[in-house]
């Protein structure tokens, strides 16, 4: 994973400050519930451009300046394994745990031994932490402040929230209710924080936003400031946010063809498109960027990958597909058919005719079914959301906005209207009819 060979593009104003005895704390634990069916590990280990997410974080960190990494994670979760002590990445990564999941506050008091200096306290998706790092620099000064990264926002109940007299941050309330702050401005994710902050913390009640409270402590003294950014920010939190994370990716992508890859001379590469090492791309298929195709995977005879398509490796899009801006996870398979703003977990087998409808026939919004409730996406393209593991036999459609959960089966000639749970069979029951013809005509005389 850290091996792989991305050319960005950066901007040419973009300053890097090199950073002296700073640390980032990535908090990496949580269960990410509203993210299923892609929630049966981190969410920030799910590969987007050929490595999981956290990794493009980390060398964002690093471009930073920032090479002492702190990463907080459950036990049981696979950080290690697949990070190790961040020397492949050009950094040195220390990991701490938090035994249950009791919020940001918990999280970062489990990593406060390890912690030396001034830091900054990031998610594990903030992938442009280099270019938003520039607006909480100028505000730094004698890095006595904690400075909080924000934007404007329109639904503030769903974040983190500031309270202001002028330009004056004098409390942070978490999820406000409406009218509950004068404000438009929401807390991003990113912050810069320092050893004073920590004892505010460890003095606070314990429970699940005690984060939030010692801010709301810190702000009330006077030691809070608010960066504010117009820079575009990634959010992680339901599946078709991954979408745009990996669209945030693709606008900094360079062409790249790797020489081990065998692509027909009727094959047509158009644009910014990255073809890495064992790729195999048939007669008259054609590929417009930006497209990323991971390792070992195989475009079938005439089809069309267009326009925001990350296909991961050792993946299969059988001929006569069309695949348009979507994420397909290791390993999967399609016979043919259309795919159509949708992510597709790993080790799905797709029959031939598949299709993902992926607009309301009266263009509103596409809202999706999240646990209880229904979340308005803000989208007009939406097609499926698909866990690991499922197999679809030939014909199935799938209507817009719906999540198939993992180890899915469903049968032949299936029209998906809802959501389906995971370790389900879902098909279309339809009764099979024989009867005698009776009409003096034979089929013969019929045409």
């Known amino acids: 994973m850290a091996g792989s060979k991305f050319s960005f593009r950066t901007s040419k104003s973009a300053k890097i400050i090199p950073v002296i005895n700073m640390q980032a704390v990535i908090l990496a634990a949580g269960k990410s519930g509203r993210l299923y069916p892609f929630n049966t590990f981190h969410k920030s280990l799910i590969n987007v451009l050929g490595k999981p997410i956290i990794s493009h974080t980390i060398a964002s960190v690093k471009k930073a300046g920032i090479t002492d990494i702190i990463l907080v994670s459950e036990p049981n979760n696979n950080f290690v394994e697949i990070l190790g002590n961040g020397k492949k990445l050009g950094v040195k990564i220390t990991y701490a745990f938090q035994k249950k999941p009791e919020g940001m506050g918990n999280a970062l008091l489990s990593a406060a031994h390890l912690i030396k200096s001034d830091f900054f306290l990031l998610h594990p998706y903030r992938a442009e932490f280099a270019e938003l790092k520039e607006e909480i620099d100028k505000l730094r000064g004698t890095n006595k402040n904690a400075i909080l990264l924000t934007q404007k926002e329109k639904n503030l109940s769903l974040y983190g929230a500031l309270i202001l007299e002028g330009e004056t941050v004098v409390g942070v309330v978490e999820k406000p209710k ?159 058919g259309l795919i159509e703003d949708s992510i597709i977990g790993k080790n799905c087998k797709i029959g031939a005719l598949f299709a993902t409808a992926n607009v309301r026939l009266d263009r509103a919004n596409i809202k999706v079914q999240v646990k209880q409730e229904k979340i308005d996406t803000g989208l007009k393209h939406l097609g499926a959301m698909i866990g690991d593991n499922c197999i679809f036999a030939s014909r199935v459609s799938i209507m817009p906005g719906v999540i198939v959960g993992n180890n899915v089966s469903i049968g032949p000639s299936t029209t998906v209207m809802k959501n389906i749970p995971s370790d389900s069979i879902f098909y279309t029951k339809f009764s099979e009819i024989v009867q005698k013809n009776k009409s003096s005509k034979t089929n013969k005389d019929l045409f």
Not at 241 to 250: H, R, T, V
Request: aromatic share 8%.
């Open 178 to 336: 409406k009218g509950e702050v004068s404000s438009d401005l929401r807390i991003v994710g990113m912050c810069f924080l320092n050893q004073d902050f920590i004892k505010t913390l460890r003095s606070v009640r314990p429970h699940h936003y005690n984060f939030e409270s010692a801010l709301d402590v810190f702000a009330k003294n006077g030691r809070v400031k608010a960066a504010v950014t117009q820079k575009e920010t990634i959010t992680l939190k339901y599946p078709w946010d991954l979408l745009g994370i990996k669209n945030y990716f693709f606008k900094k992508l360079k062409r790249h063809i790797s020489k081990k890859a065998e692509i027909s001379k009727q094959a047509k590469i158009i644009g910014e498109v990255f073809i890495e090492d064992g790729v195999v791309i048939s007669e008259n298929a054609i590929v417009k960027g930006p497209v990323y195709i991971g390792k070992n995977s195989f475009i079938g005879t005439n089809a069309l990958v267009r326009h925001g398509v990350d296909i991961e490796k050792n993946a299969i899009i059988g001929g006569f597909s069309e695949v348009k801006n979507s994420l397909i996870q290791e390993a999967s398979s399609a016979h043919s």
